[in-house]
């Protein structure tokens, strides 16, 4: 759990998704992400939904690296806004799986929005995570 400015953040690891498709490389393994926000001023919750891999044989899984990687996907998002800018600034050649990754990019750009957590705040969030 997270306190930052007046929110409460909680990310929560789950199980291995039972599709381990798509994975970025034979090591990494796919699970579940659940990303809750909570207003503490107001009580308003939100809660965003995805999939998160890491590699076990090279990392070890830290409190908050799914939130992390969500962020990370939103300021992707943010620094692009179309989907040629997305292609170009990755580098893809499969137009399919570019639209993929950039539609789970644009759905964490606006869950945060939602929460109320706009660019910068979601800047600061980012450094803070990133130290």
Do not use: W
Not at 22 to 46: A, Q, R, V, Y
Not at 63 to 86: H, K, P, Q, W
Not at 121 to 128: A, N, T, Y
């Amino acid at each position: 759990m997270l306190n930052f400015k007046n929110y409460t953040i909680r990310e929560e690891l789950g199980r291995s998704t039972p599709s381990q498709s798509g994975l970025f490389t034979s090591g990494h393994e796919k699970h579940h992400l659940t990303i809750e926000i909570l207003n503490n001023e107001n009580g308003d919750k939100f809660t965003h939904r995805t999939s998160y891999q890491y590699n076990p044989s090279a990392t070890t899984y830290q409190e908050n690296d799914g939130l992390l990687a969500v962020i990370m996907d939103a300021d992707s998002f943010a620094s692009t806004r179309y989907l040629e800018n997305f292609i170009a600034e990755f580098g893809y050649d499969d137009r399919k799986k570019a639209e993929k990754a950039f539609n789970a990019c644009k759905r964490a750009f606006e869950f945060f929005l939602k929460a109320r957590i706009d660019e910068p705040k979601l800047g600061i969030l980012r450094d803070m995570l990133d130290e």
